[in-house]
């Protein structure tokens, strides 16, 4: 019987403790975001490219010019192709509709598909990853700015799209002693938040080099 008992009283410890585990706000806010993502949707080649790469599939549409791939991408969110570049031959361009406009990124493979520092095993990971980081950035911008406006942010050093417009703001509120008495804890949630949300692909960069992607 007292087995039974105690048996009994594990149990009902165990469920106790999982029903009052609640998650990081962030982490659920960030959680919902992925799953709002625009979905991949590969457009592909009606017709045999010859010379196509050996690791690119159907979505490589050969030398096309930009204009001819925003018309094959139909202002669909989430769209994307490769093509190569009608001004150098060999290098590759990752055409991809999001935010009612056509991204272009250079395309790279050593192995593995990249355009920034994180490789993917395939391009439909990359881009999947690509559209997650994308609508994260977008919509999470403010939560994340009012969450790093506590100065000890200056000191996490993330290289990500958010810093910038993070430190504009940071320079612009006053630092009160309120302020830097932030939990290690409240810390290291913001931390955490924004280093998930970093963007991996290296945007800006790869973006500013568009005259090197016709």
């Known amino acids: 019987m007292a087995a039974s008992s ?7 410890s165990i469920s106790s403790d999982a029903e009052e585990y609640q998650p990081p706000i962030w982490k659920s806010y960030l959680y919902q975001l992925q799953q709002e993502a625009p979905r991949p949707r590969r457009i592909v ?3 045999e490219v010859e010379n196509r790469p050996k ?15 925003d018309e094959l991408l139909c202002n669909m969110e989430g769209a994307y192709l490769i093509r190569e570049s009608q001004r150098q031959s060999g290098c590759y361009t990752l055409a991809l509709r999001f935010g009612h406009q056509t991204l272009n990124y250079r395309l790279f493979y050593d192995g593995k598909h990249f355009v920034g520092e994180k490789r993917f095993e395939s391009i439909h990971d990359l881009v999947t990853d690509g559209l997650i980081t994308l609508y994260i950035e977008t919509k999470a911008a403010e939560y994340i700015a009012k969450m790093t406006k506590n100065p000890i942010y200056e000191q996490v050093g993330y290289t990500s799209l958010l810093k910038e417009k993070v430190t504009r703001r940071l320079s612009r509120t006053k630092n009160t002693s309120k302020k830097t008495q932030l939990s290690r804890e409240a810390n ?24 090197d992607t016709e």
């Open 6 to 12: 105690n048996s009994s009283l594990s149990g009902s």
């Open 45 to 47: 080649s009606p017709r």
């Open 55 to 69: 690791h690119y599939g159907r979505e490589f549409h050969g030398i096309i010019s930009r204009e001819q791939a």
């Open 188 to 211: 290291s949630s913001v931390e955490k938040c924004l280093e998930h949300i970093a963007f991996r692909w290296n945007i800006r960069g790869k973006r500013e080099n568009d005259k």
